[in-house]
Structures are given as C-alpha cells and as structure tokens.
C-alpha cells in the first residue's frame, strides 16, 4: 500500500488546527483515526509529517543475481532448495537462505515440486 501523500497529510495537519478531534478529521479525509493520531505525534516527535520509510531489508537476488538464478533452474531442474542456494553463492557471491531462496522463486512464479518422470513410492496409502 502506498503512503499517504504529503499534501494530504498537511490537510490532516491544517484540519487539526481547527479541530481537535481525530475522529472527526478522520472521517473527513476518509483516512483512520489511528492515522490521524500517529501523525500527530510524528510531527510533535520529529516536526516532519513526511512518510517514514519502510522497515526491512532490500533484496538479495534482483536483477542480475536473478537471471543467473533463472540459469541456474534452467540447468539443474531438480535441485533443492539448499543446493539451488550453494550454486547461487559459487556463482555470485550471494549468500542466501533456503527461506530466502523459497521466497525468491515463489516471488518469481516458479514452484519446487519433483518431476513427474520420478517413480512412485512402492508403500500404498490405506
């Protein structure tokens, strides 16, 4: 979800100004009470109403690190996970989780099921 825009939020500010109350304010500008308060102490706090940026880290496999990631499934189909991560930092130098690595195809649309070609177990289900 976006952030709320600046201009926006100085209308919040401006409106508070006016009127003390968050709900009020709220409803007007059809954003949240919660909001409206949080944003009130962000500019008592920092004397900023501009967004805060996003907590969390940026990607590890973007760009280039992803196409040789896309080369690599392309060569080893049926490599796992781990083995997909090891290739990557042989081949990068990006040293990646198997979490990390489930998340980057899942993000990539590809998923890890086994081939079809593979036997099926021998055990019958009851």
């Known amino acids: 979800m976006p952030a709320i825009s600046l201009d926006l939020r100085n209308r919040i500010l401006a409106a508070l100004a006016q009127d003390s109350s968050s709900l009020r304010v709220a409803e007007r500008f059809n954003v949240s009470a ?17 967004a805060r940026p996003h907590p969390g880290r940026a990607r590890l496999v973007k ?3 992803e196409e ?3 080369k690599l499934l ?4 049926d490599a ?4 997909l991560a090891e290739a ?3 081949r990068t130098r990006v040293s990646v989780s198997e979490t990390t690595m489930w ?6 649309g590809l998923t890890r099921k086994k081939r079809s070609s ?7 289900r009851m």
């Open 118 to 124: 593979t036997r099926a177990s021998s055990s019958d």
């Open 80 to 83: 796992t996970l781990l083995e």
């Open 63 to 65: 760009g280039a690190v």
């Open 74 to 77: 392309d060569e080893k189909p």
């Open 103 to 108: 998340r980057t195809l899942r993000r990539m």
């Open 34 to 50: 919660s909001f409206v308060r949080k944003l009130r102490l962000q500019v008592r706090r920092t004397g900023s109403a501009t």
């Open 68 to 70: 040789r990631l896309q």
């Open 88 to 90: 990557l930092r042989k």
